[in-house]
């Protein structure tokens, strides 16, 4: 009987997600992410520290949110972030799946199957550094 929840406890403890809590942007997400998908090729999401920017190219009006909590977790070899954000329009919620070979790519959960790829963010919105 001691054996079998032993055993039992073992599984648990293998197949538990470890979750975390902060609340800026870790580093390894901050960055300027653009898609090469076509639905969305226009489309940008800039990630600071203390802020998550969505927005279509320098002729759009960016939406600003201020980021109140990340959590993250790590999940069979992979981690995942929840960004809990703010602004004048209200509360929002961005999860995303993190990759970091390659340079790094994240997936928008809600969007699976979509790459985002860092890169070099437009002179038009390289003003502010990334924090």
């Not at 054996?3 to 997400?29: A, K, M, Y």
């Not at 600003?64 to 329009?89: D, F, H, L, W």
Request: glycine share 8%; aromatic share 6%.
């Amino acid at each position: 009987m001691i054996g079998v929840f032993v055993v039992l406890l073992t599984l648990c403890g293998c197949t538990r997600t470890q979750t975390e809590s902060q609340n800026h942007i870790p580093d390894e997400l901050v960055g300027y992410w653009r898609t090469d998908a076509p639905r969305y090729e226009k489309r940008f999401l800039k990630l600071e520290r203390d802020y998550v920017t969505i927005g279509m190219d320098k002729d759009d009006v960016a939406t600003v949110q201020r980021v109140r909590e990340v959590r993250t977790e790590s999940k069979s070899g992979k981690t995942i972030y929840t960004i809990s954000s703010i602004n004048a329009e209200g509360p929002d919620v961005l999860g995303l799946e993190f990759d970091p070979a390659n340079g790094g790519s994240i997936e928008i959960r809600h969007m699976q199957g979509i790459v985002w790829r860092r890169e070099a963010p437009p002179a038009s919105l390289d003003g502010a550094p990334l924090r």
